[in-house]
């Protein structure tokens, strides 16, 4: 991932004058979703069955996403760990730590985790970046008629 791009980005931003500074807040997109582009997906691969859609593949990148929020003036974003990758935070983690002061991530909870594994993985995460958890309830067992919660 470069970092450059968030570099000259957030300088662009300031030429423009629309820095946070001078509007006297900061603009941050609240849920988005980014994923590897065909290059990057040697190293990040995706989860079984959750290829992006050609289209859609060299569009969702960390790298694409800051060149997208300098168009739209946009000073931060909270990324929330997409379904392409499944578990494995490991991308939005690297786009996490090469612009910490731009993204904080939201990852995404492994229900067949054990309590006390989930909360080791919640303590990991959260030295990298990530600042809440997302429930997806399509990953329940959906044969369990027990709440979310009692799970």
């Known amino acids: 991932m470069s970092t450059s791009v968030s570099a000259s980005a957030l ?3 300031s030429v423009r004058g629309s820095s946070s500074s001078e509007r006297g807040y900061k603009i941050i997109d609240s849920h988005l979703h ?4 065909e290059a990057e997906s040697k190293t990040y691969p995706y989860a079984d069955g959750q290829t992006p859609p050609l289209q859609l593949q060299n569009r969702a990148s960390s790298t694409q996403l800051l060149f997208e929020m300098v168009n739209a003036r ?3 974003a909270l990324i929330v760990q997409p379904i392409n990758h499944g578990f494995d935070h490991s991308y939005v983690a690297a786009a996490i730590a ?7 991530g939201m990852m995404l909870h492994d229900p067949s985790m054990s309590p006390d594994a989930a909360v080791a993985r919640l303590e990991e995460l959260l030295l990298l970046g990530f600042v809440g958890v997302r429930f997806n309830p399509y990953l329940w067992d959906s044969n369990d008629d027990r709440p979310m919660s009692e799970q």
């Open 34 to 37: 980014v994923w590897a582009d």
């Open 74 to 76: 946009v000073d931060g």
């Open 11 to 13: 300088a662009a931003t």
């Open 98 to 104: 090469a612009s910490p002061s731009i993204f904080k």
